[in-house]
């Protein structure tokens, strides 16, 4: 069965802190495809990065990092020198797979809480 | 940019009424999706359509229905309504993409209340 799993409920930091968010995922495909969304407080889900699993090159934009690791099917977040602006609810999601194929759907995380403190 | 609409963001009804609830998208995608948000539940999946007039049951379809008459629109329905679906609900389009999953983007949200 497919399953996003992020562990941590609710994070709180200080501005200017390193922070990590985790995703470990549970699928049986050789392919498949991952996604972070940040949720603000105005409630719309932004997309942040999409990967593909033959795509293990970690990934680099502004602030924010993506881990990827097939060998502990993870794939975290890290967001450097935190902002105010970063606090917002982060998900983890992973393609659903039907008949062994990776499908349109996504299997959600129930997402991390990320609060940052002035 | 993509844009995903919602036609309310706050909506208050009564048991028993029938609700709809309107999702448009302006980039042409051929999938759309329909999701409840609950805390510490995620995200989870009622319908999604891949075509107009085509559907199919998410993981939590009961009590639910939806109607895509065009291929910009995507429209939840709430038969009659019931406290158990006061919720945040998100509407979701996307590409489709044979053998691959594309990126899903979505709208502001409607936060639903059932008295």
């Known amino acids: 069965a497919q399953k996003v799993t992020q562990a941590q409920t609710e994070i709180s930091v200080v501005e200017k802190e390193d922070v990590t968010l985790d995703c470990v995922y549970e699928t049986r495909d050789t392919t498949y495809y991952l996604f972070w969304y940040k949720q603000p407080p105005s409630g719309e889900l932004v997309f942040l990065i999409r990967r593909n699993s033959f795509d293990e090159q970690n990934e680099i934009s502004g602030r924010y990092s993506w881990n990827f690791q097939k060998s502990t099917s993870s794939f975290n977040f890290t967001i450097t020198a935190s902002q105010v602006v970063d606090s917002a609810v982060y998900f983890c999601?992973?393609?659903?797979?039907?008949?062994?194929?990776?499908?349109?759907?996504?299997?959600f995380g129930t997402g991390t809480l990320l609060a940052v403190q002035p | 940019d993509v844009k995903v609409t919602q036609s309310s963001r706050y909506l208050v009804k009564r048991t028993g009424e029938k609700v709809f609830l309107e999702c448009v998208q302006d980039?042409?995608?051929?999938?759309m999706f329909w999701y409840r948000q609950d805390p510490g539940l995620g995200l989870r999946l009622i319908y999604f359509s891949y075509d107009v007039k085509m559907k199919e049951k998410g993981d939590i379809p009961e009590g639910y229905s939806v109607s895509r008459e065009k291929k910009e629109r995507f429209s939840l329905i709430l038969e009659s309504a019931s406290t158990n679906q006061t919720s945040m609900y998100l509407c979701?389009?996307?590409?489709?993409?044979?053998?691959?999953?594309?990126?899903?983007?979505f709208g502001p949200g409607t936060r639903l209340t059932v008295l």
């Open positions: 980039m042409d995608h051929e999938n």
């Open positions: 979701a389009s996307s590409f489709e993409r044979a053998g691959g999953t594309d990126t899903q983007y």
């Open positions: 999601a992973l393609s659903a797979t039907n008949y062994g194929g990776a499908t349109n759907k996504l299997i």
